[in-house]
């Protein structure tokens, strides 16, 4: 395979037909008659790669697949041969009972180029998918970072609580237990004094 061919734009003539006339598209003597100029996309390696993905592996390789076009073009006398050639006019026999001859080198140039934005769309789904991807995976981690950091919060707030409930209970048994002690101390205090005075009256 000639990758020196692949990854081009280039501007090709095909048969200028009546709607290119009319459409005052620049035309220039060509083979048998008059040609228009038309834009030819070629695929890259990388598209090839690309393309690869859509057929089994154990498939023919995907360069063996395309056509591809010539680093120059075919001369005059080798394109006569080949016209008259046995093998060419059956693959030509084969494209247009299948296809008819109108535009068929026009409408053929086109899939290239028809196949080659199909596969930069497709990049750009991928793309926007992986990024998709990449931002669910980070959004997730952000949500485990913030549950840790509430789990966390969770715990010291528990902790804080149980302090503080332990601190009350301490707090409320002193005074009840000092509450008890100065009951007693004024029972004591009350009991000596009716002692006193039983013992003065007596």
Known sequence: MDLSSLGRTRLVGV?????????HIHARDGYGGLETLVQVEELDHADLLDLQEFFPEDGPPMADLVLRSRVEATPGEE????????PVQRELAA???????????????????????????YRRVCRQLNASASRSRQNALEAQDQLRLLMLSNELARTRLESACKHIVETNSYSADRYRD???????????????????NS
Do not use: C, M, W
């Open 95 to 121: 494209l247009l009972s299948e296809y008819g001859a109108d535009n068929l080198a026009e409408r053929r140039f086109s899939i290239v180029s028809l196949l080659r934005r199909i596969l930069d769309r």
């Open 15 to 23: 048969p200028a037909s009546s709607d290119h006339l009319l459409r």
């Open 182 to 200: 100065d009951v007693k101390a004024l029972i004591k205090e009350q009991d000596a004094n009716t002692q006193r005075l039983r013992e003065d």
């Open 79 to 86: 394109l006569e041969s080949s016209l008259r050639s046995l």
